[in-house]
């Protein structure tokens, strides 16, 4: 299995982008996705997750701002990211179990895409 994720990028005040997370090799897109993110010096953090029935879920730091989507059809996790501010700087990454019929354990990474607030 692999996730690369795109759509990274710098952006001004107010600026949006939209990240894109395609997955291979799962069965089936039903299982759980999420994004987690890494700024310099900082530990990584978990930001948004898609559970297997397809809720989302955010963290405080992100919500009203960001959007977690899937498309099932092309097993594509996507992240809206809307009112950048300079604490939005990071390496954004999605993240998923080993097979689609796994408990919602993070154990696959991409390889990240970087954020920058100008």
């Known amino acids: 299995v692999q996730l690369v994720e795109s759509g990274g990028g710098s952006v001004q005040a107010g600026g949006s982008l939209r990240l894109s997370c395609v997955a291979s090799g799962y069965t089936n897109s039903r299982y759980c996705t999420a994004w987690f993110r890494q700024a310099p010096g900082k530990e990584r953090e978990w930001v948004a997750l898609i559970s297997v029935d397809g809720r989302s879920t955010y963290a405080r730091s992100v919500m009203g701002r960001f959007t977690i989507s899937k498309d099932y059809a092309k097993d594509t996790l996507y992240l809206q990211l809307n009112s950048l501010t300079p604490e939005d700087t990071a390496m954004y990454y999605c993240?998923?179990?080993?097979?689609?019929?796994?408990?919602?354990?993070?154990?696959?990474w991409g390889q990240g895409t970087q954020v920058i607030r100008a």
């Open positions: 993240a998923a179990p080993p097979t689609a019929d796994s408990p919602c354990t993070f154990t696959i």
